[in-house]
Each structure stands twice: as C-alpha cells, then as structure tokens.
C-alpha cells in the first residue's frame, strides 16, 4: 500500500513492497526465483522492480545473461531498504497481538544451541512470562547469514565473524580441552604425551564452516604445524561419542564433553599445549533497528554470560 503523505506533505511514491521485490531479487539474482520468494508471479515481480528503478531515476542492476547482479546504485540501496523493511517487521511485531508479549528470533551455533541456549531460554522467561523465543541452531557461518538475511534478530556465535555490516560483542569465553578414551592407545601407553605424539594422532573435527572447527585449528596449528582429520562430524555430541568408542581424540568445549569426564567414558589429556581459550560472541544486523525486547534479551544475555564467567 502506498502512503498517502509524509510530514512535508510530499506524497510517497516508494512502496515498501517495492523494496521487499528488491530485496528478494539482489539475494536470489532474479525476478523468476524473487517472484517465487514474495509470493507474487514474475510478470509482476519484474513491473515492480522496473517501477522503482524509474521512480528512482537509476538501473539497479546489471542484467548479465539471465541473472540480475547488484550494481553500485542497487548497492547503495541496499542497507538502507533493509533498514526500512526492517522497521516495518518490528512495528508488525509490537502491535500484532501486545497482549501475549513479544516473539524473538535468536540463532546460536551449535555448541552454544545445544549446550547452553536452552537453559538460558529457560530463565529468560522466568524472568518475562510473556516472552517468546524462536531459536535458530546451525554451525557459525550460516548462522552469520541469518544474522545479515534478518532471518534472526540477534545471534550467539562461537567462531570469529567474517561478515560486514554486522555489529559484533565478545560475549564470553569457552576453555577447549584434549580429550580421548580410557581405552586409546595414546593413554594406555602410559606415556607422557608429546606433541609429536599428539601430530600423530587421528583428529576428530567438526565441518568446515564450524566455528568449533575454526577454533581448534586456531589453536592447535601453532604448536601441531598440521591437523590431520580422520573423521569429520557435524554436531559436537557426535565427536564426544565416536571419542569415546575410541576412533581418535578430539578437542571439544569443557561443557560439552563435562559428563562423559565424570562417567569415566572420557579423559581429559595432559598435553604439553597452553591453556587454550575461544571467545564467544554476540552479533546483531548494523540495520536492525533496536526494540525494546530485543535490547532487553541481548543485557540478559550478558547478565548470564558475566554468572558463567569464572571467579
């Protein structure tokens, strides 16, 4: 629907469907896959797109072949129609049913999903009994992507963070450990463990992608100089099992592997490496426009951070 007026009484021309056509074809690359993604036929999808582009006087992209690429004029538009869009899905949010409280959508990556997220969720609505939380779990990049998409309002993550025009807070920090089977050979030989003992050894690692994955490679490749992979997995629950049948060693978050340590299923490793340390971070859109429930669920998650923090 267009507007009828803004404050100095100039009429809008530009419709926030416009920009939500816009969007749909900058992610997708066409109007054929746009139309598919807002619900419209391609014929329409394309009339839209051609409209705002003569409202606005410019080509806003470049037409190679089939596909429709970002030029530096759709570029510009770009933040500023997420922006917008943005606004109008948080004036959707707060007044569509006030009574029942607010919905957020956060993503987490998969350490932080499994382990630790549903027991922040938990006490997050002990606190606000009205509030509703929407969890999106997968490894750190798409999270990333969810994160710039708006598929997410915020997000916890537990790799470094290469994506632009995302705001990024360390949140807090995660102790990584060795560990490996009663039965593996590298403990029944009774030996102190070496580092070639360790360069060795059969790694078992997350995917590419991970932010665990990129974590122990960040700390390991100094002092291993390689990290062979015998197996790669995609969740941290599966690594700590195959750990324990004895298919190689891994090194996993503390939390994660905690209660196999104390049913004796798995050994921690006196290895000859540094502590080894990550960081955790919280990461919203540059674009996001703040409310106030989300603003309210990013300080409690720095409250519970600050109660997990050691001393």
């Not at 360790?198 to 994955?213: F, Y």
């Not at 050994?267 to 989300?294: C, G, I, K, W």
Request: hydrophobic share 45%; glycine share 6%.
């Amino acid at each position: 629907m267009r507007g009828n007026a803004q404050a100095n009484g100039i009429p809008m021309k530009i419709t926030l469907r416009q920009l939500q056509i816009f969007l749909a074809v900058a992610q997708s690359g066409s109007t054929t896959a746009a139309a598919e993604m807002v619900a419209l036929s391609q014929s329409a999808a394309s009339a839209s797109l051609n409209e705002l582009e003569s409202l606005l006087g410019v080509q806003l992209f470049d037409r190679v072949g089939k596909r429709l690429i970002l030029n530096d004029s759709g570029r510009l538009l770009l933040p500023q129609a997420r922006h917008m869009l943005d606004a109008a899905h948080t004036i959707e949010r707060q007044f569509a049913d006030p009574a029942s409280g607010s919905e957020l959508h956060i993503g987490a990556s998969t350490t932080i999903g499994s382990y630790m997220l549903p027991a922040m969720i938990s006490s997050y609505r002990k606190r606000h009994a009205g509030a509703r939380v929407r969890a999106l779990v997968a490894n750190t990049a798409d999270i990333v992507d969810a994160v710039v998409n708006f598929e997410v309002d915020a997000a916890l993550i537990e790799g470094p963070c290469h994506a632009d025009d995302v705001n990024v807070e360390p949140w807090m920090t995660d102790e990584l450990i060795v560990v490996a089977a009663p039965h593996h050979p590298i403990v029944e030989s009774g030996r102190k463990i070496s580092l070639k003992m360790l360069r060795e050894a059969d790694w078992l690692l997350r995917e590419a992608g991970s932010g665990t994955r990129e974590a122990v490679e960040h700390a390991l490749i100094p002092y291993l100089h390689h990290l062979p992979s015998s197996f790669e997995f995609g969740n941290s629950e599966a690594i700590k099992r195959a750990t324990a049948e004895g298919l190689g060693i891994s090194c996993l978050s503390r939390a994660v592997v905690e209660d196999l340590i104390e049913s004796g299923k798995l050994v921690e490793l006196a290895t000859p490496l540094p502590l080894l340390r990550r960081h955790f971070y919280m990461v919203v859109s540059r674009h996001r426009a703040p409310s106030p429930s989300l603003s309210a669920l990013l300080e409690f998650c720095r409250e519970w951070a600050r109660g997990q923090q050691p001393g």
